[in-house]
T-cell receptor, first 115, second 111 residues
Framework: AQSVTQLDSQVPVFEEAPVELRCNYS??????LFWYVQYPNQGLQLLLK??????LVESINGFEAEFNKSQTSFHLRKPSVHISDTAEYFC?????????????FGKGTKLTVNP | NAGVTQTPKFRVLKTGQSMTLLCAQD?????MYWYRQDPGMGLRLIHY???????AKGEVPDGYNVSRLKKQNFLLGLESAAPSQTSVYFC??????????FGQGTRLTVV
């Protein structure tokens, strides 16, 4: 069975500092990997995804994540954060097998960007 | 585009009452999911469906039932609500387990 571990429940940083949100997964088969962001009182929005190909994927607002198969990780990074990046971030995994794919989420990491 | 629409947005139930949450998507997605979100627990999968007429259990299915009679709709039912079911419920849909699109959530309180 697949599972997702987000190693940090809360990450406080100062504005313009770099940040890394860690995500590890376990699965016996090939996976699709995702990062979602949730702003207060809203639903989840896709931030970026890894389906195949290049192991480094980027979002339009400066986040990037790298798929590392040997370490079963998909850490999210941003070199310089803004106040507006304050939100909760969820890592998710879905298997690539046909039939009964499930999208399973980690417990989330609350990123707080302080001035 | 409407995307994924959940009805209702808020609801207060008394213990033992029943209710149905409706999820509708207009993207012709095969897969639909119901999650609950609780503080510190992330999103936990309740039930999901990989196509019209099919449903499957997720991580926390007890106390809930679902139906997918039409491809665009996925209903979540609580037959006898309990305070432990107080939560925010999210519906999502996707094309074959790929990028999921979420509704805005239903905040349910059981007193």
């Amino acid at each position: 069975a697949q599972s997702v571990t987000q190693l940090d429940s809360q990450v406080p940083v100062f504005e313009e500092a770099p940040v890394e949100l860690r995500c590890n997964y376990s699965s016996s088969v090939s996976v699709y990997l995702f990062w979602y962001v949730q702003y207060p009182n809203q639903g989840l929005q896709l931030l970026l995804k890894y389906l195949s190909g290049s192991t480094l994927v980027e979002s339009i607002n400066g986040f990037e994540a790298e798929f590392n198969k040997s370490q079963t990780s998909f850490h999210l990074r941003k070199p310089s954060v803004h106040i507006s990046d304050t939100a909760e971030y969820f890592c998710a995994v879905s298997t690539s097998q046909g039939g009964s794919e499930k999208l399973v989420f980690g417990k989330g990491t609350k990123l707080t960007v302080n001035p | 585009n409407a995307g994924v629409t959940q009805t209702p947005k808020f609801r207060v139930l008394k213990t033992g009452q029943s209710m149905t949450l409706l999820c509708a998507q207009d993207m012709n997605h095969e897969y639909m999911y119901w999650y609950r979100q609780d503080p510190g627990m992330g999103l936990r999968l309740i039930h999901y469906s990989v196509g019209e007429g099919t449903t499957a259990k997720g991580e926390v299915p007890d106390g809930y039932n679902v139906s997918r009679l039409k491809k665009q709709n996925f209903l979540l039912g609580l037959e006898s609500a309990a305070p432990s079911q107080t939560s925010v419920y999210f519906c999502a849909s996707s094309h074959r387990g790929l990028e999921a699109f979420f509704g805005q959530g239903t905040r349910l309180t059981v007193v």
